[in-house]
């Protein structure tokens, strides 16, 4: 292999490299085209009410580059302290999407706690299939999740 194969192969690979950096906090979580993540949605609310509650504009907090609202400051406040806890799994994107290896947006009225865990469905429709098995899907959203959340659903699709 020639000195020009050989930085002509690193260039390719530091392109590459550079824009799954660029654009991972921006494809490993579902938010609109405003940031917006849960459609708004209080994802405190979720474990202290459980059940959804619209957030306001007026209570926010970011992670991994989305925006959340919340209905208190309280609520705000809890997830800053811990956004790990409250944040939903795989991005907030369908955890049975995540089971095919797909990046579905979300119903936030379609949730289910598990062992802590905040997990959205696409509809109320797939969250009843998602219910049916949820350590089994569970475990293989897990499994796929690490493979795609850095790829947009365009390439997901592509696959």
Known sequence: MNFKTILKASA????????TFTFASDIDVNANANDLAI???DTVAYFTE?????GSSEFTATYKNAIYQFSSEEHR???RENPEKYAPQYGGFCAFGVTMERK????PTAFKIVDNK?????????????????PGFVESANGNWGDIKLKTDAELEAE
């Open 77 to 79: 406040d809890l997830f």
């Open 50 to 54: 459980g059940q959804p509650v619209q």
């Open 12 to 19: 390719i690979a530091s392109t590459l490299l550079l824009s």
């Open 104 to 107: 579905f947006d979300t119903d």
């Open 118 to 134: 905040l997990y959205l469905n696409l509809n109320s429709q797939v969250q009843a299939r998602w219910l049916t098995d949820i």
């Open 39 to 41: 459609q708004g949605y």
